[in-house]
């Protein structure tokens, strides 16, 4: 991947002759990527020092960790080697900013933890990247190796544990097992489809010293999956479905941005005149001010992307697995269309939907292999019809409405779009407001969105939307949370003050679990059940850590409220309270068919309608 | 129905627990699995055996390629293949009634491998339907078994290697003549 060059070359001059500075511990944006020097012949290094050479070799600059009793002679040797470390507050917080980190940059991001529960806290971190497909390589510590399987302090099986959850993962006992390891898990995690990778290393690995050079180090070639399967067959019929199709719809996913395929995607949509409908995770993929571009698919997706897709006769899925959210009742769903599945994951076809035709492979490279035998092709006919329904949507659109003194999330969100001029990296948690800012936050730009879809980790924006400001220093961040998610993790506020980072935080406030509370008010007769919800003063919260903020009940309060966020110099808390028993619409209950919508009731009184006006 | 899979694990600690959890965390029952060395050093082969609807096949073997530690995988179907089962099994016989449990073992061509004045050990080779016939005679006389070792089915394809295999290890493709059968288990894996 073009790193191979950078192996910290001055660390290994100072480890060998043992008087050993610091080269600059403070700044941060020492980057390993400024050393272009030749490796030096290999060095004596500890193990710990080792983790430390290898990651600057595999181009990490920075790392998200908390220090511990097993992992303290990796923390005691940082100090010789230009990676900034972020020291975080939980170490769920530490996964969740690697993946940010990941998700902003394209890059792998790095956590870092101690044994026993520190490594057990970053469990639903990498299970939340497990499910969105992110690189992260976590690195831990245990016990020694003598004491493996003893139940010595702070020891757990951590790789029994994150084996579900994990692309791969290593357990580690010499010291000259951690360069070749480590280069390893970058490889897994980056390569085919990507996925954590946890590398646990025990503590006399760490300590013991051994010989360090980074390129015998260097893994395998990496084998791709052996069931990739492209051939010229399959292209031909693919390009004859699109062909004769009369309404075609396009279903663009995560997959568009792991591969780099926006291009290769917007090129297919134009060139056949085909309309795109996206995943959650695929917001950004595809420009949403695009004329073809429908907006999100799914459960709380536009009725018109639903009712295409239902009305389809060709679907052609892009980097996308047809999860539960996105199909509804899979015996219903887009029954008069043929299926076009282009997957880099050979286990994703047939899972869940049948498809005609399998393109197995990476979905920038299908396309290119695809494109050639695509010609233009006449698609008015089915874009008039959709856009007929969009026009009809659009006049019960929240957002179309005029201010009736209520404060409403959407309002929020549309504001924020319309205030950022889209130009920022909105990082959300799980819930209503997720949807909310699916819908009404239109990203033109890929790594705009970042949101946990498949795990639905609450707790995710505040972390995650650390690692990706480090990521992108210059990108203004939003994070878009709940009130319920944000407590969850709201000690990392601290990790933000110590680090200097500057976000903005908008609490999207209901006093409810806002989902639950509207999944009990559908579907289980208005029983709010543990979900009415007393929180601290999130302003207070704010201050309490030297971040200003102010509560905001209106919505002429947001534009001047948001205009003080961007530009406070530092980190900024907003702190909107939003209708408590608003509810995101259209919906598709769980297990029903995409056509069978709740749409936003007649009578309900918090609705606002064009006549009220 | 049945199904068996033939893989090539890298020879470490880990590996079985990552096999046999993809097959836990669909629920699906491991019948017989049997591990052990192969002609390539550093690499073990396996034969699982379980019960799984067609459409999970596929999965299945595609879930079990992307484990790191898998080098190769193949759903034997109904390709032509060699199975074999070998059971060790111990039965109570005294002098007296020796001579009977010799004969039995003769007709499943099975051996005596050890012989002590209350027992004996018999031990055989064959299909599962072969050995579970010795078994459901022995058991005619009540208490007569004592102990029952199986290993699971071993199976191999029959003819020549098959290609994918020999890709996967990283022999030439030109040293690979595919006879009809390999052809076959081609076939068999395209679909």
């Known amino acids: ?613 | 129905m049945l199904h068996t899979f033939v893989a090539y694990v890298e020879d470490r600690p880990g590996v079985l627990t990552r096999v046999a959890s993809l097959f836990r965390r669909l629920n699906i029952n491991i019948n017989s699995l049997t591990v052990g060395r192969s002609e390539r050093p550093g690499l073990s082969r396996l034969t699982l055996v379980c019960e799984a609807s067609a459409e999970a096949v596929h999965r299945i073997r595609a879930s079990l390629f992307k484990l790191e530690n898998v080098v190769d995988v193949d759903d034997i179907a109904q390709a032509p293949s060699v199975t074999r089962e070998l059971a060790l099994i111990k039965v109570a016989a005294s002098p007296r009634n020796r001579a009977q449990i010799f004969d039995l073992a003769e007709v499943f061509r099975a051996r005596i491998v050890d012989l002590t004045s209350e027992s004996l050990i018999i031990e055989m080779t064959g299909v599962e339907s072969k050995i579970e016939g010795l078994i459901e005679i022995l058991r005619e006389d009540d208490g007569r078994i004592l102990e029952i070792c199986r290993s699971g089915k071993m199976t191999m394809r029959r003819g020549h290697h098959v290609s994918s295999v020999v890709r996967a290890m990283g022999v030439a493709e030109a040293a690979v003549e595919e006879d009809e059968s390999a052809v076959e288990g081609a076939a068999d894996e395209v679909q």
């Open chain 1, 1 to 613: 991947m073009g790193h191979k060059g950078n192996a910290n070359t001055k660390a290994n001059a100072n480890a060998s002759n043992g008087s050993i500075t610091a080269p600059n511990a403070t700044a941060p944006s020492a980057s390993a990527s400024g050393s272009h020097t030749h490796l030096t012949p290999p060095a004596k290094l500890t193990g710990a020092e080792i983790i430390w050479a290898t990651l600057v070799g595999e181009g990490v600059d920075t790392v998200f960790g908390y220090p511990g009793g097993t992992i303290l002679p990796a923390y005691d040797a940082l100090r010789k080697f230009p990676v900034r470390h972020i020291l975080v507050r939980h170490e769920q917080g530490a996964a969740h900013m690697a993946d940010g980190y990941s998700r902003a940059s394209g890059k792998v991001g790095v956590a870092i933890a101690t044994s026993g529960p520190g490594s057990t806290n970053l469990v639903t971190g990498i299970a939340t990247a497990m499910l969105d497909s992110i690189p992260i390589v976590c690195i831990t510590a245990n016990v020694s190796s003598k004491l493996l399987g003893t139940d010595a302090f702070q020891e757990v099986d951590i790789t029994g544990i994150t084996l579900p959850v994990t692309k791969h993962n290593f357990l580690v006992n010499r010291a000259e097992d951690i360069a070749p390891t480590l280069r390893h898990a970058f490889q897994i995690a980056r390569s085919g489809r990507p996925g954590p990778v946890l590398v646990d290393i025990t503590k006399d690995a760490e300590q013991a010293t051994t010989e360090f050079d980074f390129e015998a180090a260097k893994p395998r070639p990496y084998r791709p999956h052996p069931m990739l399967h492209v051939d010229d067959l399959g292209l031909a019929q693919a390009a004859e479905l699109i062909r004769n199709s009369k309404r075609p719809v396009i279903l663009a996913g995560h997959g568009v941005m792991e591969s780099g395929a926006m291009e290769q995607v917007r090129t297919l949509a134009e060139r056949a005149q085909i309309p795109v409908g996206l995943t959650l995770l695929g917001l950004g993929g595809f420009p949403a001010s695009h004329p073809l571009c429908l907006g999100m698919m799914g459960m709380h997706g536009e009725s018109w992307v639903n009712s295409a897709i239902q009305d389809a006769d060709l679907l052609i899925a892009c980097g996308m697995r047809f999860d539960d959210r996105v199909t509804g009742k899979l015996a219903e769903y887009a029954l008069k269309a043929k299926k076009i599945h282009i997957e880099v994951d050979p286990s994703e076809i047939n899972k869940n939907v049948k498809v005609d035709v399998a393109l197995v492979g990476d979905l920038r490279e299908v396309l290119d292999q695809l494109l050639p035998r695509i010609s233009g092709r006449d698609g008015s006919t089915w874009l008039k019809s959709i856009e007929a329904k969009k026009g009809a949507v659009a006049v019960h659109d929240i957002k179309n409405l005029p201010d009736s003194g209520h404060l409403y999330a959407a309002h929020v969100i549309h504001d924020l779009w319309r205030m950022t001029g889209g130009n920022a990296i909105v990082v959300t948690d799980v819930g209503q407001h997720q949807m909310w800012e699916a819908q009404y936050f239109r990203h033109e730009q890929p790594r705009t969105l970042i949101t946990s879809g498949g795990l639905g980790t609450m707790g995710f924006a505040l972390p995650a939307a650390i690692g990706a400001k480090v990521a992108c220093p210059e990108k203004e961040v939003w994070v878009v949370v709940g009130d319920g998610g944000f407590q969850m993790t709201a000690a990392e506020l601290a990790t933000i003050v110590q680090e200097k980072i500057k976000i903005n935080i908008a609490v999207i406030n209901n006093g409810y679990l806002g989902m639950v509370r509207q999944w009990q008010e559908f579907f289980y007769e208005r029983n709010y059940e543990a979900t009415p919800l007393v929180s601290p003063d999130f302003v207070k919260l704010a201050d309490a850590h030297g971040i200003p903020g102010r509560a905001v009940r209106k919505r002429s309060e947001v534009e001047e409220a948001v205009n003080a966020a961007r530009s406070a110099t530092g980190a900024y808390l907003l702190n909107f309270m939003v209708e408590k028993e608003d509810s995101v619409y259209p919906m598709i209950p769980a297990g029903s068919a995409l056509h069978e919508m709740i749409r936003r009731p007649e009578k309900d009184p918090l609705e606002e309608r064009a006549d009220d006006k």
